[in-house]
C-alpha cells in the first residue's frame, strides 16, 4: 500500500493528534508501508493488516521452517561470521588460539570427500562398546561414559543455581531419553502419522549402520516401545513451569534409594560431578520409572536403545547419507523445511554450539558498535524508572510487596552486548583431521566447564546466549536482562529510527524481560535469585486472577483452523509481552516525540508504536513447524504476540479506530494491565 492510501486512514482514525498536522517524510522509513495490506480489515486482524503483503512477498525458504525479522537479522550476522569462519580455516594460527581452533574445527566439518569417505566408521568405536556390554551394571557404566562426552542419554545431569539458595551450584538431574520433540507425540491420536515416519527413520538409520532391513525393522518397533513407556513416566511442560513442581532435594542416598539399579555415588563421580552432599532431582517418579525400566526391559533391548541415541545424537557429523536421511526426518518430516542447509550454515552452528563465545568474541569486534551499546544503557535505565513509577502506582499490589518488587527491580543485572569476561578455551583441544572427534572434543569440555561450578561461587559475569545470537533473556536465578549484540539490529533496534519505532521493538523486548522477572514464573524468585514467597497472599490470588484472564484469552486463539494455543503453557511469555508493550509505551509518551504531537510518514507516534510491534513479530512459519512450536514453545505464533496483548490498550484503540463488533476488539472489563 503505498503512502497517499495510507495517509488518509491515519487522519480518518486518529484521535490522539490533528490531522492538520503536516506530516514529517524521508527517504528512510523505519515503518514500511510496503508491508501493509489494505484488503485486510483492520478491525478483524491488525497483524496481517501490519504486515500482511509482507507475508504474501516472504514466503519461506527451503532451507527453513518459518521465516521473519529474526531471520532477516540472522542473515546479516550469517554473513559475517560465514567471513569469520572462513578467514580462521585459511589463517595459519598459532596452535591452541581460538581463531587455530574454530578454523581447524570449520575445515574439518567442511571435508565432505573424508567424511564421505570414511561413512559410518567414525562411529563404530561407540557401536563396539554397546556389544561389550554383558549385564546391566555395564549398561549403567555405559550411560555415564556417552554421558560425560555429551552425548544424549536417558537424563540429562548438569551444574546450575539451587533454586533455594542460589549462591550455590549444585547438581541438576532431569529426565530425558525421548528423540520426539515431546511426550505428546508418542501418546496424542493427532501424531500418530508422525510416530509412523519415525519408525521408518528408525529403520533407515539402522540400515545404514550395517543392519539387516528384517533387523531394523525390529529394532525400530523396539525404540518407538522403550520411548513411549519413558514418554508416559515424563512430566508435562505445563506441570514443569512450576518450579515448585521441578524442586526436589535428595541426599545421593536418598537418590540409591528411588533408583537402586544406579550407584549414584559411583554414577555420579564417573561422570565427573565433584563431590557433594546432594543434588536437585527434576522428576523423581520419571526417575524412579526409569530404575524399573532398567530392571524389566531386557539387556538385547537396551542395546538396541543405547546404538540409537548414538546413532541420531552422532551421525550428523558423519557422511552426508546419514546426515540427509537425520534431515529428512527431523527437518522435513518434524518441521517442514524442503531443504538442507549449506554445508557452511550447518557446520557453523555446530561451532556455534560449542565455541560460541569464541566466535563470538570476533563478531563483536567487526559488528558492534559502542554507539549501540550507550544508547542501550540509557534505554533501559530509562523503561527500568518508568517500571518503578508504575510498581508504586498498582491498584492491586500492597505496599508492603510494592517495596519488594522496587527492590527487585532495582537490583537487575544488565548485560549489554558481550560479556565483560570472555570464556576460556584454553583446556579445549581441537584438531584438523576429525570433525565428530572435535565435536566429542568440544562437548566433554563444556560438561565438565559446566560440572566443575559445582562448590565453586556462582559466576554471575557469565552469559548463557552468544553474543551474535539473535534474541534476549532474563535469568531468575541471577535476576538479569540480557541483551546479545545479535539482536540490537533492525527491525528490533534501530539506530536511524524514530523514538516510537524503538520503543515498539526494542524498547518492548526490554520491558519483556523485565516483567519477565515478575511474571508468573519469575515472580516466584527474590531479589537474590532464590526461590521463596516475597508476595502478600492476597497480592498473589490477584495477581492469579489477572494471569487468569491472559491465559483465557489465548486459549480460545486458534492456528490451523482448529488447533488451539495453550494458554498455560504460554502464560510466563503473554505476560512479558503485556508488560512490554505497556512499559514501553508508557516511557514513549515522556519522549520529545510524544510531546511534539506531530506525524511522520502519515502516522501518530502511538501508530508507529503499535505498527513497530506488529513489524517485529512478521513471519511465516510451516504447518509442521507451527504444530511442534504449540505443542512444545512457551511462545504463542506471532500473529497472536502482535494481536493478542494489544487489545487491552485504549491507546491501540483510539489510534486505529477499533469499535464494538470488530476481532479485534476487547470490552473494557475484559482489558488486563498488569504492570
Known amino acids: 500500500m503505498n503512502f497517499t492510501k495510507f495517509f488518509p486512514l491515519a487522519c480518518s482514525l486518529v484521535v490522539l493528534a490533528s490531522c492538520t498536522n503536516k506530516p514529517k517524510t524521508s527517504d528512510y522509513h523505519a515503518i514500511k508501508t510496503s508491508y501493509i495490506d489494505s484488503t485486510v480489515n483492520i478491525q478483524d486482524d491488525f497483524y496481517r493488516f501490519a504486515v500482511g503483503n509482507w507475508m504474501k512477498n516472504n514466503p519461506i525458504p527451503g532451507t527453513e521452517s518459518s521465516w521473519g525479522s529474526f531471520n532477516e537479522v540472522s542473515e546479516g550476522n550469517k554473513k559475517i561470521l560465514k567471513e569469520i569462519l572462513e578467514t580462521c580455516a585459511k589463517q595459519n594460527a598459532t596452535k591452541g588460539t581460538n581463531a587455530q581452533k574454530i578454523g581447524d574445527f570449520f575445515r574439518t566439518g567442511m571435508d565432505s570427500i573424508a567424511l564421505n569417505k570414511a561413512g559410518i566408521e567414525p562411529l563404530k568405536p561407540y557401536f563396539d562398546k554397546v556389544n561389550t556390554i554383558t549385564d546391566k551394571k555395564g549398561l549403567v557404566a555405559l550411560v555415564a561414559d556417552l554421558q560425560s562426552k555429551g552425548v544424549s542419554s536417558v537424563y540429562g545431569l548438569w551444574a546450575g543455581q539451587d533454586d533455594k539458595n542460589s549462591t550455590q551450584v549444585v547438581p541438576n538431574l532431569w529426565q530425558g531419553g525421548l528423540s520426539l520433540p515431546d511426550k505428546d507425540y508418542y501418546l496424542k491420536p493427532n501424531f500418530a502419522e508422525i510416530r509412523e515416519k519415525y519408525k521408518i527413520h528408525i529403520n533407515n538409520m539402522f540400515v545404514l549402520m550395517g543392519e539387516t532391513p528384517e533387523k531394523s525393522k525390529a529394532n525400530a518397533e523396539t525404540i518407538l516401545k522403550m520411548e513411549t513407556a519413558l514418554a508416559n513416566l515424563s512430566m508435562d511442560r505445563v506441570t514443569m513451569r512450576r518450579t515448585e513442581n521441578v524442586y526436589h532435594k535428595l541426599s545421593w542416598a536418598d537418590l540409591n534409594k528411588l533408583t537402586p539399579e544406579i550407584d549414584w555415588v559411583q554414577h555420579a563421580a564417573a561422570i565427573g560431578v565433584p563431590k557433594c552432599d546432594s543434588l536437585l532431582v527434576g522428576q523423581p517418579e520419571f526417575m524412579k520409572g526409569l530404575n524399573a525400566m532398567i530392571g524389566k526391559e531386557s539387556l538385547d533391548n537396551w542395546k538396541v536403545y543405547m546404538k540409537w541415541q548414538i546413532a541420531q545424537d552422532l551421525g550428523a557429523y558423519t557422511s552426508d547419507a546419514v546426515g540427509q536421511e537425520i534431515f529428512s526426518f527431523q527437518g522435513t518430516a518434524l518441521n517442514g523445511v524442503k531443504t538442507r542447509k549449506p554445508r557452511w550454515e550447518r557446520v557453523w552452528r555446530v561451532i556455534d554450539d560449542n565455541l560460541g563465545e569464541a566466535l563470538g568474541e570476533l563478531y ?203 494458554g498455560d503453557l504460554t502464560l510466563g511469555e503473554n505476560i512479558a509481552d503485556l508488560g512490554g508493550l505497556s512499559i514501553g509505551l508508557d516511557a514513549l509518551s515522556r519522549t520529545e516525540q510524544a510531546k511534539k504531537n506531530e506525524l511522520i510518514d502519515g502516522m501518530t507516534y502511538q501508530q508507529r508504536f503499535f505498527m513497530s510491534w506488529a513489524n517485529a513479530w512478521k513471519n511465516n512459519t510451516t504447518k509442521e513447524a507451527m504444530i511442534q512450536q504449540i505443542t512444545t514453545d512457551p511462545h504463542s505464533p506471532e500473529e497472536w504476540r502482535a494481536n493478542g496483548p494489544v487489545t487491552h490498550f485504549e491507546e491501540f484503540y483510539k489510534s486505529f479506530g477499533i469499535k464494538e463488533g470488530g476481532k479485534m476488539f476487547r470490552p473494557a472489563a475484559e482489558r488486563v494491565i498488569i504492570w
Open 364 to 566: 563483536v569486534a567487526k559488528a558492534f558498535k559502542p554507539e549501540a551499546k550507550e544508547r542501550m544503557v540509557k534505554m533501559v535505565k530509562n523503561l527500568q524508572d518508568v517500571f518503578r513509577e508504575r510498581i508504586q502506582k498498582l491498584d492491586w499490589m500492597s505496599a508492603e510487596t510494592k517495596k519488594k518488587a522496587t527492590l527487585k527491580l532495582d537490583k537487575f543485572m544488565v548485560k549489554i552486548g558481550y560479556p565483560d569476561k570472555w570464556r576460556d578455551y584454553s583446556k579445549l583441544e581441537i584438531g584438523a583431521t576429525s570433525y565428530l572427534e572435535n565435536v566429542i572434543a568440544a562437548r566433554a569440555f563444556e560438561h565438565h566447564r559446566n560440572l566443575n561450578k559445582i562448590g565453586k561461587p556462582v559466576d554471575r559475569t557469565e552469559w548463557g546466549m552468544n553474543p551474535h545470537t539473535v534474541n534476549a533473556y532474563y535469568n531468575p536465578s541471577l535476576n538479569e536482562i540480557v541483551f546479545p549484540a545479535g539482536i540490537l539490529q533492525p527491525p528490533f533496534f534501530d539506530m536511524n529510527a524514530d523514538d516510537a519505532v524503538i520503543y515498539g521493538a526494542i524498547g518492548a523486548v526490554i520491558g519483556h524481560e523485565m516483567t519477565h522477572g515478575f511474571d508468573d514464573q519469575g515472580s516466584g524468585y527474590d531479589e537474590e535469585g532464590n526461590f521463596k514467597k516475597w508476595w502478600t497472599t492476597e497480592d498473589s490470588l490477584k495477581f492469579a486472577a489477572k494471569t487468569k484472564q491472559i491465559a483465557e484469552q489465548f486459549n480460545k486463539y486458534t492456528i490451523l483452523d482448529s488447533i488451539h494455543v495453550i
